[in-house]
Each structure stands twice: as C-alpha cells, then as structure tokens.
Antibody, heavy 115, light 112 residues
C-alpha cells in the first residue's frame, strides 16, 4: 500500500533552517510528483511547492521563493523540503503529498520556531 | 492567483441529515485539456488531509457513496447525503487547473 512517512518533529530558533524528509513506499517513487503543504495551528492548508522526483524539477509558491528547496534521493525513495531563515510564522505542520492532486499524504511534521 | 472561496465557514448538522458545502473560484477551472481540476479533501481532527473527490465528481477509492461532488466552471459543491459521526472535520476544496494550486479556506462540519 502507498505510504509516505515523514521525519519527526523539530524545534528551531529564528533564522535557522529545517529539513523535513518524506519516505515513499508502495509505488514507484519517480512516477509521481511530491507536493509540500503546510498548516499553521488552527489554520487552513497552504501549498508550498512541488518536485518531480524523476527529473528533480521543482516549482515553488512565490511566497516561499528563495527560502525553500525541495530535493530527493531516488536510491532511498525519499523527498526533502528545506526551509531557511525561519521565523515564528513558519511554525506549522508540514505535509508531503503524492502527485499533482495529492491522493496520498504523509502524517505531517510539526516544526516549531521559537527563541 | 485564483481565489477559492468556501461557504459556510461552519456547518452544524444533525446526524442523518444532509450537508452541502459550496466552493467558488475567481476564474473558470476548466483546463485547456478539457478537464476541471477541482478536488475535495477531508481533514478529521488530529489527522492528515485525505482526498475524497477529484476532478469535480470522482470519488476516491474507499470513500463512502454518501459523499458526492458536482459543479462546473467556477461553482462547485460537496454534498453529504446523510451525515455520520465520522464525518466531523474540516473540508477543503482545491484547484489544480491554474498555477499555483490553491486551497479554499475550509468548512468545519460539526454535529448539532
């Protein structure tokens, strides 16, 4: 069965970077894009960007341009999302989701930014 | 960017009664390939989102048939024919026709 398993919760200081991983199983990793979506506590869903695991091509929401980098390691079927220059407003649960239309989701990774 | 507007914000429903959620887009969601990329997601309390409906009206595998999606152009609806306790949560529409993908603000379904 398709599974996306994300890395554990992180606590970071303002200005630091965080790298969240998303390990895929149950399907061919390179056959589907990986999207990243975040959700601040009590708020709605915010799309951040996508990556094609086959080519490595990426596309980022304008809001995150220059601060986010999405990469992958195809040998271990894992996608990564790194967000830099963290501020308190980046405190959120970060999700990876399979495909352009998000048919499977990871369990989420809570990133807390606090001094 | 396309703006996705959901209503109502909150929807108290009696068990066994129907529920309807509206989602409107600021521009037509008909893609140049003829498809309309409008999806619906359910997020139960404390869980990850789960896709229910894709391309307006196609139910995902395992989704009960009490859920249905309809609409066209800029106006879309998610209906629950008879609400059950497990349907409590927040429902989001999302458009994938235009770059970038955008989610609606969400509709919270709760039991009266």
């Amino acid at each position: 069965q398709v599974q996306l398993v994300q890395s554990g919760a992180e606590v970071k200081k303002p200005g630091a970077s965080v790298k969240v991983s998303c390990k895929a199983s149950g399907y061919t990793f390179t056959s589907y894009d990986i999207n990243w979506v975040r959700q601040a506590t009590g708020q709605g869903l915010e799309w951040m960007g996508w990556m094609n695991p086959n080519s490595g091509n990426t596309g980022y929401a304008q809001k995150f341009q220059g601060r986010v980098t999405m990469t992958r390691n195809t040998s271990i079927s894992t996608a990564y999302m790194e967000l830099s220059s963290l501020r308190s407003e980046d405190t959120a649960v970060y999700y990876c989701a399979r495909g352009s239309f998000q048919d499977y989701w990871g369990q989420g990774t809570l990133v807390t930014v606090s001094s | 960017d396309v703006v996705m507007t959901q209503s109502p914000l909150s929807l108290p429903v009696t068990l066994g009664q129907p529920a309807s959620i509206s989602c409107r887009s600021s521009q037509s969601l008909v893609h140049s390939d003829g498809n309309t990329y409008l999806n619906w997601f359910q997020q139960r309390p404390g869980q990850s989102p789960r896709r229910l409906i894709y391309k307006v009206s196609n139910r995902d595998s395992g989704v009960p048939d009490r859920f249905s999606g309809s609409g066209s152009g800029t106006d879309f609806t998610l209906k629950i024919s008879r609400v059950e306790a497990e349907d409590v949560g927040v429902y989001y529409c999302m458009q994938g026709t235009h770059w970038p993908p955008v989610f609606g603000g969400g509709t919270k379904v709760e039991i009266k």
